[in-house]
């Protein structure tokens, strides 16, 4: 369920800013999140590429995957659920709350893991030419 959420939210980002036409070139992305040198469980990762062009909103689709029980992860596609992500920089996005999480009184998802910078796409991230196979995604809960 949260993977089709997520999956939901990618494509209707590629769409509004009309980013799945364009030429784009793809690289392998794969590697573990890691949060206070622990591997992460279960966590979405989504990763929306941005434009080189200041003056484009095309930067091509947003990838997405959900990490294993060593924290592994591998980017796909959205647009054809191809293993891979748009060469480039992208914003991330990391969360590990459920569909059905409530929020409390002081505005927090229960059950979210991940500071709440991470859900934002605060982050940047660079997905080089020749891709990246062993990719580490380290986060602090201090941060």
């Avoid at 800013?17 to 591997?39: H, R, S, T, W």
């Avoid at 990763?47 to 591998?74: H, I, R, V």
């Avoid at 997905?127 to 196979?133: D, I, Q, R």
């Amino acid at each position: 369920m949260r993977t089709r959420l997520s999956i939901a939210l990618v494509l209707l980002s590629c769409i509004l800013l009309g980013g799945c036409n364009e030429p784009y070139q793809i690289a392998v992305f794969k590697g573990q999140l890691m949060l206070d040198d622990a591997p992460v469980v279960n966590a979405q990762i989504t990763l929306q590429p941005m434009a080189n062009d200041p003056n484009s909103s095309k930067a091509g689709p947003g990838s997405y995957a959900t990490t294993d029980a060593q924290g592994n992860f591998e980017m796909k596609l959205v647009s054809n659920d191809e293993s891979g992500a748009v060469v480039g920089q992208h914003k991330l996005f990391i969360t590990t709350s459920e569909v059905d999480d409530v929020t409390t009184d002081a505005g927090v998802v229960k059950g979210e893991r991940i500071p709440i910078r991470y859900s934002q796409g605060r982050e940047i991230i660079t997905v080089p030419p020749s891709g990246n196979e062993n990719a580490r995604i380290a986060i602090s809960s201090d941060e």
